[in-house]
């Protein structure tokens, strides 16, 4: 079976991740898909052939498609080692990060777990807004994906490892709902740094706190 590629991502990028391999390799299979259901019929019965890169989605790759792909497939993560899991901007607003970043890693069973095989971090402004880090990490994590493709569409081995290791707490949707439900003893300061990070999603237990 011919060695192909399948990019697991959005509909607004789909296109332009695809055209960016084919560029690279025209005489390669590239295909995308949007859901799980979608990767699964695009992986079809050659998966043994099949590399999958992940780029800017939330869908967790279940056990058997894993063990079904042949290539090591990776995955674009929008932060850096410190920060695995889910809104990792969100985190490092928390956090009052000094600097951010993106991963790029195999994709094993466990969410942001598997082996890094790229890094790239950049100091930001201690006043820097959700909005501005949320577009700082979707362009670090393009370039992490160019990384990634241009190995990928010319090549079925391995990326090699980076000694970078994976660290800090893995953060869920339970988490950030769990922050941004601030309790009745926060502090002005508390409730003005969880509105920058949370926005919307803030929940007051206390109304006579709010602004």
Known sequence: MTYRI??????????????????ENPELEVSAALTEAELRQQIGEQGACTRLISFNNHIIIPKDILDALGPVPYNIHPGPPEYPGS?????AL??????????????????DAGPIVYVEQTPIAPHICIKQLTDLAYTMAVTAFSFIAKHCAHSQEPLPHFDHQWSGIKSTRKSYQELCQVPANASDEEIKQLRKVCGDDLVL???AKVA
């Open 6 to 23: 399948v990019i697991l991502t959005k509909q607004a990028e789909a296109p332009f991740l695809v055209e960016f391999i084919r560029n």
């Open 87 to 91: 809104y990792p901007v969100v985190f």
């Open 94 to 111: 928390r956090d009052y990060a000094r600097k951010y970043g993106v991963t790029a890693h195999e994709i094993a069973i466990k969410v």
């Open 205 to 207: 237990d206390a109304p």
